[in-house]
Structure formats: C-alpha cells, structure tokens
C-alpha cells in the first residue's frame, strides 16, 4: 500500500511537472527582464525591448525534456547561459566565459 502511494505521488509531481513546463516564448520574456535589470539604463532598456526577442530567440537552443527544459544561450564565442525551466520556474544553471565549459 506505501508503495503504491509512492508511485502515485511521484505520478503527480510529475505530471504537474509536464504541464509547467515553460515554453521558449516564457524563457524570452524572462531573460529579457533579467537583462532590463542588470542594464538599469533607460535607452539599453528600450534597445532590449525592441531588439530582445529576436536576439534572445535567434541565439537560443532548447532541449525539452518533458518535465523540463534546458535553454542554452551562445550570447558570443566566450559566453554561454544555460539555464533549466521547471514549474514555470528559470533556474540559471552556468554562466560561463572563455572557453569550454564542463556540465
């Protein structure tokens, strides 16, 4: 009986982990307001706003894996973001420069 509880809850989560999956559309958006809040200047603002979903789309691959995805982000040859999407949620996982980076 214990088990079969178990399984019904790991059952669930993961259920409710596929339907939250974000889609790239989300992980857009997000990392435009990340980069509005690092930026803090009115016109670089206004730049990503306009410019930002082209870009952050055009430099982004994502391995969707059901319950999550994982967007990777080759801002240049030195810079890579990867960052997982869980529960409607961003998680940067790597913030690399210069080089290779171990996962």
Same mark, same amino acid.
Request: charged share 15%.
């Given at each position: 009986?214990? @088990?079969?509880?178990?399984?019904?809850?790991? &059952?669930?989560?993961?259920?409710?982990?596929? #339907? $939250? !999956?974000?889609?790239?559309?989300?992980? #857009?958006?997000?990392?435009? =307001?990340?980069? @509005?809040?690092?930026?803090?200047?009115?016109?670089? *603002?206004? %730049?990503?706003? #306009?410019?930002? =979903? %082209?870009?952050? *789309?055009?430099? $982004?691959? $994502?391995? !969707?894996?059901?319950?999550?995805?994982?967007? =990777?982000?080759?801002?240049?040859?030195? @810079? =890579?973001?990867?960052?997982? %999407?869980?529960? !409607?949620?961003?998680?940067?996982?790597? *913030?690399?420069? &210069? %080089? *290779?980076?171990?996962?």
């Amino acid at each position: 009986m214990k @088990k079969l509880r178990n399984v019904i809850i790991i &059952g669930f989560i993961l259920i409710i982990a596929a #339907v $939250t !999956n974000p889609p790239k559309e989300k992980f #857009v958006i997000w990392a435009k =307001d990340q980069l @509005k809040g690092k930026a803090n200047n009115g016109l670089v *603002n206004m %730049g990503i706003e #306009v410019f930002g =979903d %082209g870009v952050i *789309n055009s430099v $982004t691959n $994502t391995q !969707n894996y059901v319950f999550f995805s994982v967007y =990777d982000s080759k801002i240049s040859a030195s @810079k =890579d973001i990867k960052v997982l %999407g869980i529960f !409607n949620n961003f998680i940067p996982l790597s *913030n690399s420069s &210069g %080089g *290779n980076s171990s996962s």
